[in-house]
């Protein structure tokens, strides 16, 4: 074949490869306010910056390779925010995305090279699962489970997971593998779909119930986030990488600091009430304290009693683990503790340092909780706080009770911690202890009951802890920021790599 013929026929076929399902499907999706697979690397990556691996491959089955271009998974690497990422889109109109012998070589292929080149893998899932009726009989089951390490993560890089439409099969795998997963409502993410569901047990699903933005973002805290549209998903995974490195040997970026005034964080003295049982946004104080818009929370809708946030203060990246007075007092559960655990090792696994917010009254204890294994997280949690790496600064806000003084940093559980003035510190709340240890009732006799309060209260005060030097500080609220600031950047200097190889290997990527 001379030159020109070939580069005639290269043209061709690349030309049908990126017309993907055609015209018609493309087009309704259109209708539908949905983006393809390709716009949507397109919105993600930096302009110009996709080089795509794998345009002309097909699938292996004779009869499929006319209607399978790129074998329904377009895969590549960009830039965003000028740092290399890979990126795997799956393309709903071949096929249904479906995953297959081909397709499966480029996911394995990015993930290697992501993986070896230390840099952020980014999924963009939506997919019926897998293919039919490749899938099916001994031939089928040949074709899985070829690479023992296909699903084996050791967080070696950052990956992130955008749920842009119905999401089965490998689409739903890869999610509960990523650092941050995002989902557009509407779309649904699941073991398989709801009709295969209702079939296997024979009732009618509905797809929300199954596998909706609402059960995955509250209930079972798979999902970070939840979006009204594709743009705004892939919006999110670009915050969430900028406060990463693209490697777990590099420190995370630093992003220019805003210029802060001489009063920023004063104004946080305000936030907290005098009323030691009075509730207040937690959210509030972490903004005051980090840097203007850099906070970026992650799992809101979930294990509700802990706030989990990445922030930056001074421009360098911070995770914040607060307790959160607004749901149940701010007593800790098992899904929060599943929360704060997930997010440790997110942190450490990539040399975020951890700031803990600290207003705990304790877990809440109940049979709901024993019936979830909250014994069993609350030791998980303080497994993990005792593998963590990377620098724990903790600040004792208001009060810091039982157990969870511990879980949150107490004693010798971080680098440095500092109390506020207003720190209420002791076994239980000195009221409901007098019950417990007395049997007494403020109605019994009142003046017992205040004098019994005062008893248990002792030693309780900051002043206490400080003249122990179990703190390392009593600060001013209002000198809050400054002083976190000043920690860290003391605790920060240390060589990078060093990250907690016992959590990078101790815990799925899953909270579950």
Known sequence: ?????????????????????????????????????????????????????????????????????????????????????????????????????????????????????????VFIGESTGARMPDRMGASGRAIIGQDPREYRRLR???????????????????????????????????????????????????????????????????????TDT???????????????????????????????????????????PEERARAYDMRKVIAALA????????????????????????????GVIANNPMFKGGAIDADACNKATAFMVLCDSFNVPLVMLVDVPGFLVGIDGERKGAPGRIINWMNALSLVTVPRITVIVRKSYGQAYLNMGGGRNSDVTAVWPTADLGFMDPELGVNVVFGLDRDDDPEEFDRRVAELARDSEPWDLAELYETQDVIDPRETRDWLGAMLDIHRRRLTGGVGEHLLRAWPTSLV
């Open 1 to 121: 074949m001379s030159h020109a013929k070939a580069l005639e026929e290269l043209e061709r076929r690349r030309e049908k490869a990126l017309r993907m399902g055609g015209p018609e499907k493309l087009a309704k999706r259109r209708g539908q306010g949905v983006l393809n697979a390709r716009e949507r690397i397109d919105h993600l990556a930096d302009p110009g910056s996709f080089t795509e691996s794998g345009l002309l491959a097909r699938s292996d089955r004779p009869e499929a390779r006319e209607k399978t271009p790129a074998d329904g998974k377009v895969t590549g690497f960009c830039r965003i925010d000028g740092r290399p990422v890979a990126v795997a889109s799956n393309d709903f109109t071949v096929l249904g995305a479906s995953s297959a012998v081909v397709n499966q070589k480029k996911f394995r292929h990015i993930k290697e090279v992501a993986t070896g080149r230390g840099m952020p893998l």
């Open 230 to 272: 594709d743009e705004e998903a892939l919006d999110a995974v670009k915050t969430f990488l900028s406060y990463l490195p693209g490697h777990r040997n590099e420190p995370p970026p630093a992003h220019p600091a805003p210029e802060a005034p001489k009063t920023a964080g004063r104004g946080v003295l305000d936030l907290v």
């Open 156 to 226: 070696e890089t950052p990956w992130a997971a955008a749920q842009l439409g119905d999401c089965y099969g490998s689409s739903t795998w890869y999610a509960c593998m990523s650092d941050f997963v995002v989902m557009r409502k509407g779309a649904t993410m699941a073991v398989a779909s709801s009709r295969v569901t209702s079939l296997a047990i024979n009732q009618p699903i509905d797809k929300e119930e199954l596998g909706g933005w609402k059960l995955l973002t509250g209930t079972s805290g798979l999902v970070d986030l939840a």
């Open 291 to 318: 840097d203007t818009g850099s906070v970026f929370e992650l799992k809101a809708r979930y294990g509700k009693a802990i706030v989990t946030s990445l922030a930056r203060l001074d421009g360098h990246s911070v």
